[in-house]
């Protein structure tokens, strides 16, 4: 707080300042060149459509483990994710090949409207397709667990997911 009042770009106090023997910036004839403000994180704009399937009353999850991203070891349901938004018939494409599926096996219950998360240094827009399996194709049961809709609360989820499940 005190470098926030006292060593100010435009105007610093150094004729008030305690520190002025001691201060780099004063020795140095520099005071001008601080302090350094640091370039703001550009914010980024990531689209995600989560799959919740219902699967004879249970769902798939996943855990998140790449350690450079958000929510790591936190589950979510299976996702599609995109720079843009994208249109509904090239979604639904996209996870029919990335999850196995055909048009036979499943149904569409409901597209949730897009929901906005914001957080430090990314804006998420988010929706959930809620969707009832026939059968549970190969692809979905090796990468994901399949787990009791009942039991989902006791996973360590994402907010932007907790808030979704749990009607908040």
């Not at 991203?69 to 996702?79: A, H, K, Q, T």
């Not at 989820?157 to 808030?163: H, S």
Request: proline fraction near 5%; hydrophobic fraction near 35%.
């Amino acid at each position: 707080e005190f470098g926030a009042r006292h060593c100010k770009p435009q105007n610093p106090l150094c004729e008030t300042c305690p520190f002025v023997e001691t201060c780099f910036a004063a020795r140095k004839n520099a005071v001008n060149n601080f302090p350094v403000k640091d370039k703001k994180t550009k914010v980024r704009t990531r689209h995600f459509e989560y799959f919740v399937f219902d699967a004879k009353g249970k769902t798939f999850l996943k855990k998140r483990e790449n350690a450079k991203d958000i929510w790591r070891n936190l589950y979510e349901f299976p996702m599609l994710e995109y720079e843009t938004e994208i249109s509904e018939k090239i979604i639904l494409t996209n996870a029919k090949k990335k999850f196995g599926l055909s048009k036979k096996d499943f149904t569409i219950k409901n597209i949730s409207t897009e929901v906005k998360h914001i957080l430090s240094h990314q804006i998420l827009k988010a929706r959930f397709w809620e969707m009832e399996l026939k059968k549970s194709p190969p692809t979905l049961q090796k990468e994901f667990l399949l787990v009791e809709k009942k039991k989902i609360n006791s996973f360590a989820l994402p907010r932007l997911i907790d808030k979704h499940w749990n009607g908040k």
